[in-house]
């Protein structure tokens, strides 16, 4: 044994969360909330691990490093931890391709790194749970519907009441840049336009002139990114538009997400047509969404996610078009702590804690085995505290009541029970403290 | 868009797991119920990260490195993977000393990482299901019997039934080595008796043999270890030998533990008194178990654990008794698996798959909505295919039932439905749905 008196001051890494006990079981309802949701609507479960080889995962980066991927060398590897779990699965899904039943259905809650610079909000380490669905060859834009419509019944299973989706499609975007005759200039576009809630306008404007946009373009530009209304409004101003091809499409899916959306049961309160959405990542093809809280709109997203029709193609020549989206449930669950949003729950797993009076403890592990066993969870206090400590315990993790056993408990079969709440105490028998103790949610 | 051709083969990193959708629903099954077991004892959920400073996670080993140890290096830190949750929780306590209340019970399941020599299961990413009770300055011995008897309860549940936990203790065997006068041999002596199982009796006595302990007290070391019996037999054996005040402390914890485990309801089928378990990590300062599947010993073991009454002396002069299993979660599935002693249950998570029959999909959308606000999970199945593959789609995902829609069941407001077990089908109403599916578990 090391005895040597050196300590080594005990710290957690900035951007990583731990929390304790009480916040963790919060943490973990609303994560199996959010499980019941999605596996109400068919999507299965998977886990992948949290690192790849980098050659993998970096696949559509073309070995390109950066700065905030963890990184790591183990044998001959190059491996990352990581950061995001969409890419994780689309490998999944081309390695299983043969062993998988399309379309896949499937959600994930798991951990993700990026060693961003830590701030509030902002997590090194911080979970996100996803759901996608990917078809074989083809893929129906219901499902484009049904991804945001998971979604919604998930906040609401969680209690978060105030919340709504921007939806756009990237089809209208990219059509709308191609009339301009801009279709070169689209990443770039979308790139820019994705920063006008950070930076403002005129910094976006700023930007479209230094990449060369004509004026009467960016003109057209912000006017179009501008269009507000009620989501008919915009598709009928959208409709008078000099269009193609591709904008056309874009508009008739948008139609569709939003019709199927309402029939998923969805009020307009919960979603609204954005084009000033575009998504920065460049991966999506078709439908984009992004989720915020209703009364806090200049907070981060709390979800995102959209249509990608390629996102295997780095793994697999088979067509695989997939939607989906993520759940920030690290930073959402930070937001509603530090909003005071946070819903009510019972954060306490045991009902009772028993309190032994006597050396002996056989009578008080026969009561907990038979409180366990009727479903009823208990905890034998057996140290050796004066009883205020004891019973302070109860009260400082919220456990309801308090049973104490002694020796005229047992000679009699009975248990002396306290409601810490009502301070009522009754000496009752077995039989009673199950009915007791079994009614109690 | 990166369209070029250039694909990167789909692979998982070698002693990965990664599960289909099934085998994942299986396996999280058996965690919730373990989750379900230790929260009927009073443990609390906690999650510390699986990243930690290299200097505070390696306090213990004093800055050594290890080859199994993943390293990083981010910014300005050295960084590592937990390879167990039991050190990052010791940090985690005493980091949090002031806001946990003591007797502390933790539970928790996540990830560790070893990069050990693939090799069948043995994993470099894998979960650990622990439960650990820390005092404040003192901690009574019959946690060290609760913890084994949760475990028993955890695999009770999940389905194992011929399990075993050999169980000893340090101080007996300590106390044993200073009666030998062999005190400042003892961590060579544990390191070697624990390889006993692996390397067989001529090897130990060899390794013991080059460590220059004498060859009568080799065969006394090798007596002691063979010790065989009930637990009665064994404590009878030891009171009658050469002793000293630890060896009397050790057999005297012993004998409260067993008596312990048995009022907690476990028969003497599930456990043994093993004097040849030493547990090779040095944390260990009395109680130590390890379990086993019963018709298995030769495969390795499940679950493994002990008291460690100094793990916190790293980060704090607080003295923060604990004891504490590790179930190694990811190595039990996979030995299940393999033996195939996976417990029958059922992995389908949907009802019914819904299958149109029509273009217009509101009303299958809104039969949809009903069956799952009642509870009922469901999938709508919307691509285009011909109708012998989406039937065959429910029984491959092992869907119970089929819920076909068509415009005479829209008209009169009822729905179709088939029991693919049976073939039995019929049209009924939506309330007839409800009850035929809600009653089915």
């Known amino acids: 044994m090391g005895k040597e008196n050196i300590k080594v001051k005990p710290r957690t890494l900035s951007g990583f969360i731990e929390l304790l006990p009480n916040k963790q079981i919060q943490f973990n309802k609303i994560m199996d909330s959010i499980k019941s949701v999605y596996e109400s609507f068919g999507f299965l479960p998977i886990d992948t691990p949290i690192m790849e ?32 779990l969409t890419v994780p699965f689309a490998k999944y899904v081309a390695l299983n391709y043969h062993l998988l039943k399309f379309p896949f259905k499937k959600y994930q809650i798991g951990k993700a790194y990026r060693g961003e610079r830590a701030q509030k909000g902002r997590y090194r380490e911080f979970y996100q749970a996803d759901i996608d669905i990917i078809g074989d060859g083809e893929l129906n834009v219901i499902n484009d519907a049904e991804i945001p419509s998971a979604v919604y019944y998930a906040f609401k299973a969680i209690g978060i009441d105030r919340f709504i989706f921007r939806v756009n499609n990237r089809k209208i975007l990219n059509g709308f840049f191609e009339v301009l005759a801009l279709k070169d200039n689209a990443q770039d576009l979308l790139r820019i336009i994705d920063k006008l809630d950070k930076i403002g306008i005129d910094e976006v404007k700023k930007e479209l002139v230094n990449i060369n946009i004509d004026s009467n373009k960016i003109d057209n530009i912000m006017a179009f990114i501008n269009i507000k209304g009620t989501p008919e409004d915009i598709f009928m101003t959208l409709e008078k538009m000099d269009s193609n091809p591709l904008f056309r499409e874009g508009l008739n899916e948008l139609k569709q997400v939003i019709n199927y959306m309402r029939m998923y049961g969805l009020s307009d309160d919960y979603f609204k047509v954005d084009l000033s959405l575009t998504r920065g990542l460049d991966y999506y093809t078709g439908t984009i969404y992004e989720g915020y809280l209703t009364d806090y709109p200049e907070l981060s997203s709390i979800c995102g996610g959209g249509r990608y029709d390629n996102l295997t193609e780095y793994y697999t020549d088979k067509k695989l078009p997939g939607v ?5 449930a690290s930073r959402l669950f930070g937001l509603l702590e530090e909003l005071d949003l946070l819903p009510d729950m019972n954060t306490n797993t045991v009902k009772a804690l028993i309190i032994p009076l006597m050396e002996d403890k056989t009578y008080s592990i026969k009561i907990a085995n038979i409180l366990r066993e009727k479903g009823i969870n208990n905890q034998i206090y057996y140290e050796d505290k004066n009883l ?30 306290k409601n810490i709440e009502t301070r009522e105490q009754q000496t009752i028998s077995i039989e009673d403290t199950i009915s007791l103790l079994g009614m109690e949610k």
Chains 1, 2 share one sequence.
């Open 53 to 84: 080889l980098a050659e993998v995962l970096l696949a559509k980066a073309g070995g390109e490093t950066d700065k905030q991927i963890y990184q790591l060398r183990k044998g001959d590897n190059d491996l990352v931890l990581r950061f995001d």
């Open 324 to 328: 989906g989206m993520t759940i920030g």
């Open 388 to 417: 205020k400590s004891k019973i302070n315990y109860a009260i400082q993790l919220g456990i309801p009541y308090i049973i104490f056993i002694g020796e005229e408990e047992e000679t009699n079969n009975m248990i002396t029970i």
